[in-house]
């Protein structure tokens, strides 16, 4: 396997641009002051974006995936994001080497 240096050069300007993103926000809430109200609403965010992700392969795939995505859907609901997500790995792994 070879890397051509426009390759590289491209995943770079792509990670460049990702950091540069998410920074800028943070930068930039910062001198925002929100009302409780939207900080709510910026707060289901999160779960909200991992349902939209999650959805789809709880509509089109088996027992397994299904079920998952339903555990990670409850988990979302008391556990931050990443807890929630390691969650529904956790259960399709599990269900599926069981055989469901």
């Known amino acids: ?7 590289l050069l491209a995943i770079l300007a792509m990670a460049v641009a990702t950091v540069l ?19 709510q ?13 999650v959805a789809p392969t709880a509509l089109m795939t088996g027992a397994a995936e299904t079920l998952a995505c339903a555990v990670t859907a409850l988990a979302a609901l008391r556990l931050p994001l990443l807890a929630a997500t390691a969650a529904g790995v956790v259960c399709v792994a599990a269900l599926r080497a069981v055989g469901l």
């Open 1 to 7: 396997m070879t890397l051509e240096f426009s390759t």
């Open 21 to 39: 993103t998410r920074v800028s926000g943070l930068v930039l809430i910062r001198h925002v002051k929100l009302s409780a109200r939207a900080r």
């Open 41 to 53: 609403a910026l707060e289901a965010i999160p779960p909200a974006v991992l349902m939209a992700v």
